[in-house]
Each structure stands twice: as structure tokens, then as C-alpha cells.
């Protein structure tokens, strides 16, 4: 896209994505949660789970009959430690920070604690819910499935989500190490770029039909995409799939949800309450003092990011440097969105009958 | 290799792995520890770890007074869901078993443990502990850290180990998943192997030491490993190096070991205890009954194999698959070790005087 952005204060998103969702029956604080988790999204730059899917992802599917937006989870099985939780169809963002907080008091008293969350819908970015722990010296984990997209190394059926895992370690000074990857080499998504662009995949990132190797994204999206390491074992691609699975397994399996067999055989996730969550918290004092660890992972993150660069890059990135960056523009100079995706808030505006949010005057 | 493969009885092997390092000064318990990790990951096929590693590794390092016979691990800090244990420097795979089986134990009590060993030595195959949960109807989890081998993304210094994470998952009647996965693309071996057998390297195996992607295993090794999803971002690099410095963070940071800028800037792990290992079990009854888990689990796995295997596959494997079936022949048939590894095992006894392992006579 080469369209100029639409610049917006993160805030009069905030109140825009809260309005829309209040709009269609959320409950204040649900809508203010979701605001939360879409602006968390935009704001780190990963435009793709941030407003950009308010419509089609939570209003249209609320307004659908799709997603219940006056429900309310249930705990189905809990020790001092571990939670089991049944989202009763609800949007997925809510639950998902109430579930990752109830986590990390568990943790705060336990040590460590781990939950899955059943039955959920759409829960935006994983690592969202994994930097909860940040604030309160642990270490923060999530992961959720997610619909059909992905073939099994060594296979062609549409068998495994995009399913990420989510790692956020505090270090000193508010600097964190955030890892939050899907475990397929890309996401749809950047098919559906170089569709836009024509211009061919990488290799390892999809499959066709047949199940062959393509680099035509418009056969890739009617394939599959292929597990971290991309085709075949020879760069490792059963251990993307490893990964992918073992999301399934502590998401759907270990919390009673519904596995991906059982998912429709779509690329888009349409049926509700089919999705699951797994959360985790691990106090660091429960190892040694919080202020020893994050001056040695400060020390450790510095050493990498202060090694030798390979030709072509400037200097070396750890997980959620790029993020950071963002944000820290983002936050003073305001979110950029696509114009497809203002557009998109604009009807947004329209089906709930709020007013739209105001952006940034060009300056 | 092409030449002929020696084979011995499971029994033979592990009887032999115990008298050679009972003769170094291991005492029986721990050795036969070792004789056990080891001679699981040469049933499981994974030959560079099992007895292949016996005289470099663990004989010599003992005979050259690295690492240290007789010590034993000490708990530095511990509640009812955590323990930071120091190995003191000793062997690898008994600090590793015994903190596995007490974080299992305090699985049992609590729901979920979580667990550090710092100032250890090379451990063996991460699955190893991780299955010890199997048999307690728990998920478990394990990971090291290992001496400098690999790049970071966009980098060309060596950051980094292969350090593994490994995850094991009870199905039914004894099946189950069983993820062991390094985190770069392929361990060293795969480049030793190709510089051998004068076969060029593939894409995203490798950098040389100017930081350049080469396919020349000779140049490869003097340069760094890649992370898991190969060269740069564009087949998700980054993921890979991020997995990689998570175990890092999990062993090393949160035990208070050695972390990676600390370890000497080499190929080899040849510093005493600078190895640190990660040992996590969650019980499946916090969640759910393990029995519906279980058919939940075999249903999955299953689905996944008979799901349509893409062209020149004959079926999907899920984790751990192939490793079983290696395994099931193993018992029967005998463990097939290379000649090379054979000879290494002589001369383990003759610099222990003790007897050599005796081969299953050709039939």
C-alpha cells in the first residue's frame, strides 16, 4: 500500500473501539478491555490484529449471532496453581486478560500457575497477555489456536493454525525480551500482500493444493502455509509443526476446548466459541532476587544487541526491540492506519451508529 | 558412513557406560544415570548423543579433571513449586534426572513446578527428562543451554547455543508426543556430515565468518549456525533466535548459570560447569480427567497421521514418531552404532581397564 496513513491518537481509537463494541451489546468494561488489546496492537505496529479487525472479527460477528457479547466465562476446574476456564462463547480479549491476571495472582502466591481458556473466541495478539507478567517481576507465557491455515511437514490437509506462542521476560528499566511469533513461517497475511504486489512468495512459506512447494501466493491461499522452517524436515520444518501442534495441545487439549479436527476445514476461523487459549506466569524470586536477574538479562539482551552485525544490517534486533520502537513513535507521534483500514472504521461508525474517530489534522 | 554398523545389546551398552565411569570415580547411582540418558537417546536413534559422546565428553572431561566425579547438586533456593538447584560443577544427566523426578514430585502436590540447574554439565537429549513425566499422566518440559554454536539474526558473532526445548504429552496406551528440538536450523553434525561427504550445505543452514549465508560446510563451520527459520526475518529467523535466547534466559538468567556472553567465545563447550538446564511438569488432572485428555490426545495424533501426506511422503509424523519406531527396532534387533563410535568405546576401555562392550555376533 502506498497510500498515505491516516494518523490517530491512540487514545481516540481507545474511546472509538469502546463506543462501536458498547454499540453492540458489550458490557463497558468487556469494550474497554478489547479497546485495550486492539490498541496494545497498533501500538507495537502489528496492524493486523489491531483495529483493522474491529469489523469483520468482533462487530460483524457479535452483530451476526456469532460471538455472545453479553457472556460471561465460567471456571470449570481451579487449584492454588491452575485454572480451567470455559469462555461460554465470549469475545476473547476479555477473558483473556482476566484469565492472564487470575494467573498471576496464582503465581504471585504459588510460585508458578498455568490456565487454558475453552470455548473462546478471537483473543488478538498473544503477547499482550504474556506482558501482563512484566509489571509484576514474572514471566509472563500465552498461546492460543487459531482456524485451519497451516499443512503438517510431510502432509497437504489444512491440519494446524497460525497458533503463536507469547514470551515476555522483564529486564531492568522497564526493557523486556517480548517473543510473540506464529508457529508457521509467515502469516496469511503477507500472502495476501504479495498477491496485491504480484510478486512471488519466498520458498517454505506455502504450499499448493496438491501439497507441492509454490511461490504463487494466489496458489499458496487455496494450499497452505507451511510450519516454521518451512517444506519438508530439511531446514526444520517438523519442529514449526512440533510447535504448532503442541499450541493445539495446550490450548484445546489440556483445556477441554475444541481441536483443530474438530475446527471446520475453512482458512477462516467463522464458527464461534472454537477457540482456546493456555496462559502461565512464573515468579522470578522464586529462582533469585528479581533485581540480580533483570541486571543479568539486561547485560544479556545488551551483549546481543551490541554484536557484530552481518553485512546488510545495522545492528542486531531482539525479540520485541522492533515493537518497542514502535511504540515509543507511536505513542508521540500517533497510530498510522492503512486507509483500508480507517475506511473500514468508517462503516464500523455507520453499522453502530457512533461517531467515527477523529484523525490527526495533517500537520 | 557406509561401513558396516556394529551392533550390541541395549543391556550390553548401558552395563558397559556404567563400569567406565564407575572406574573415572562416578559412583554406581550416577552412573548409572548416564548409562540411562545415554542409552535412551541411542534407542531413540539419536546416536550423537548417546554413547557416541561417552570418551570426549564425559570420560576425558572427567580423567582431565573438568568436570567433577563426585560432587553433588545443592538446593539454593526452594518452595513448594520451584527449586533452583547448583550442580556443582557435576555430571549433567543425574542432577538432570533428579531434578526432573522432584519437579514432577512437586507437580504431584501442587499442580505445577518449574525448575533451574546451574553449573552443570552437558546434559544428554532434552527429551529424556521431559518424558519422564509420561508415566505420571503430567506434561513435561525441559531445555539447556550449550556452548557457543549459532548467530544471532542479523549477526555474525556466535551468540548463542543449539539449546533444545523438549516437550512430552501422554496419549494412550503408551503413545504420546515427544517434541526434542534444537533451536537452530540443524545441529552441527548435519554440517560435519556434509563437509565429509563433500555435499554442499542447504540455504539457511549457515553463515561463514563474515557473516554471509554459505553452502560451503567448511566455511560454515568456521562461521556460525543459523536459528531455526534460516537466514534474516523472511523465513522467520527471528523466531528461531528468539526460542534460542528464551532457553538461555529459562536455564541460565533465571537459575543464576552462565549465561551465553560469558561462555568462552568457542565451538566447544569445554568450561566446567557453564551448562544450566530448565526442568518444567504441569499435572493434566489440574485441568481435566487425564482419561478423556488421553483420548482427546490419541484423537488428535491420530488425525494428524492420517491426514494426506504431500507428494514423495508416504505418511505424516507427528513428534516423536519416528523416534519410537527407532526405538521399538532398537529393542528388538539391538542398537546399531557407527564403526567410528565402536572404536571410541574400545578405547574408553582400554583408558578405564575395564571390559569392552560386546558386540550381538553378525548373524
Known amino acids: 500500500m502506498t497510500a498515505e496513513r491516516v494518523r490517530y491518537d491512540p487514545a481516540e481509537l481507545h474511546a472509538f473501539v469502546a463506543r462501536a463494541l458498547i454499540a453492540v451489546d458489550v458490557d463497558a468494561t468487556n469494550a474497554n478491555l478489547v479497546a485495550t488489546v486492539l490498541g496494545a496492537s497498533d501500538l507495537r505496529g502489528i496492524e493486523s490484529h489491531g483495529v483493522a479487525r474491529l469489523e469483520t472479527f468482533y462487530v460483524d460477528r457479535i ?116 517473543l510473540d511469533m506464529a508457529t508457521t513461517t509467515v502469516a496469511l497475511g503477507k500472502l495476501e500482500i504479495a498477491r496485491r504486489l504480484g510478486k512471488p512468495l519466498e520458498p517454505g512459506w506455502a504450499i499448493d493444493a496438491n501439497g507441492a512447494m509454490t511461490l504463487d501466493p494466489a496458489a499458496g491461499m487455496l494450499g497452505a502455509l507451511l510450519p516454521l522452517g518451512g517444506y519438508g524436515t530439511e531446514n526444520g520444518g517438523h519442529k514449526g509443526f512440533g510447535l504448532g501442534l503442541l499450541a493445539d495441545m495446550l490450548c484445546a487439549v489440556l483445556g477441554g476446548g475444541v481441536m483443530v479436527p474438530d475446527m471446520p476445514p475453512s482458512t477462516h476461523v467463522l464458527d464461534p466459541a472454537i477457540t482456546s487459549h493456555f496462559f502461565a506466569a512464573i515468579r522470578i524470586d522464586a529462582f533469585r532476587d528479581v533485581a540480580a536477574f533483570k541486571a543479568d538479562l539486561s547485560r544479556l539482551l545488551g551483549e546481543m544487541r551490541a554484536s557484530a552485525p552481518s553485512p546488510g544490517n545495522a545492528r542486531v534486533y531482539v525479540a520485541g526491540d522492533l515493537e518497542a520502537e514502535r511504540e515509543r513513535e507511536h505513542r508521540r507521534g500517533g497510530v498510522g492506519l492503512d486507509p483500508v483500514v480507517a475506511a473500514s472504521l468508517e462503516r464500523v461508525a455507520e453499522k453502530t451508529n457512533v461517531r467515527p474517530p477523529r484523525p490527526i489534522a495533517a500537520s
Open 63 to 178: 452483530r451476526d449471532g456469532f460471538v455472545d457479547p453479553r457472556a460471561r466465562e465460567k471456571t470449570v476446574r481451579e487449584t492454588a496453581t491452575s485454572l480451567a476456564v470455559d469462555a461460554c462463547n465470549a469475545l476473547g480479549h476479555p477473558v483473556g486478560h482476566r484469565t492472564m491476571l487470575r494467573t498471576i495472582e496464582k503465581a504471585a502466591e504459588s510460585g508458578c500457575a498455568v490456565a487454558t481458556v475453552a470455548h473462546s473466541n478471537h483473543y488478538g495478539i498473544a503477547g499482550y497477555y504474556a506482558m501482563l507478567a512484566l509489571e509484576r517481576d514474572m514471566i509472563g507465557i500465552s498461546s492460543t489456536n487459531a482456524g485451519r491455515l497451516a499443512a503438517p511437514t510431510g502432509g497437504r490437509d489444512l491440519m494446524l493454525g497460525t497458533n503463536p506462542f507469547a514470551y515476555a521476560i522483564p529486564a531492568e528499566a522497564g526493557d523486556a525480551f517480548v
